[in-house]
């Protein structure tokens, strides 16, 4: 799979490496709920695709929250937590999700991407979500 321009851009102004499919799903009614303030990832995208980016200090950390910069095709980045359900699963949270969907432009519906990438001088794990409602 390519890597979309956006996530290209932005690895190319803060200086990233290791571009990957993170997730992608259609966002529901609840991942743009404003009172609960986060994305539900799709199991089959934590086992395949997330969990196997994550190093061993990551994942244990994914029971207080992973703090992560986040990434909009505009170009603004949010600190976003990466954490576990209690029920199971993980979830993108944080008090400007909604702020960050208004600024991405995603609505109910939009087919979503979030990619990851290491930042080249510190290693940290980011994020860079974009549409693409063309598939």
């Known amino acids: 799979m390519d890597t979309p321009e ?3 851009r932005v690895m190319d102004y803060i200086g990233g490496k290791q571009p990957t499919l993170f997730a992608q799903k259609i966002f529901t009614a609840s991942d743009v709920n404003r009172q609960q303030n986060r994305l539900l990832i799709p199991q089959e995208d934590v086992n395949n695709l ?3 980016q994550l190093s061993e200090v990551e ?3 994914l029971l207080a929250g992973l703090a992560l ?3 909009t095709s505009p ?3 949010f600190t976003i937590l990466l954490s576990c359900r209690h029920t199971g699963g993980l979830v993108l949270r944080g008090s400007q999700w909604t702020m960050l969907l208004n600024n991405a ?3 109910l519906g939009d087919r979503v991407q979030i990619w990851s990438f290491r930042n080249a001088y510190d290693n940290e794990l ?3 979500i974009a549409k693409n409602n063309a598939a």
């Open 50 to 52: 997330i969990l196997p």
């Open 59 to 61: 994942r244990a950390n």
């Open 69 to 71: 910069k986040l990434y």
């Open 126 to 128: 980011c994020l860079v």
């Open 105 to 107: 432009n995603i609505q």
């Open 75 to 77: 170009g603004w980045d």
């Open 6 to 8: 956006v996530v290209q």
